[in-house]
């Protein structure tokens, strides 16, 4: 896995947050973000600050800068 698809899926499962609520959000696929938590993609930067805004956390954690 990737570090961000580690954290995506630590912090979804932390905040009790299911995969259709962030898909519904971002207004993509379910194999677009399972790739996501699988580390096989990445997100686009509008994503990126989406999924900080659901995940209630920052895009530089998502990323693994801090």
Known sequence: MSIIGDRLKVLRYKRKIKIPTIIRELNIARSTYTGYEL?????????????????DTSVDYIVGVT
């Open 39 to 55: 580390g096989r993609r990445n997100p686009d930067g509008k994503s990126l600050a989406k999924l900080a805004d659901i995940l």
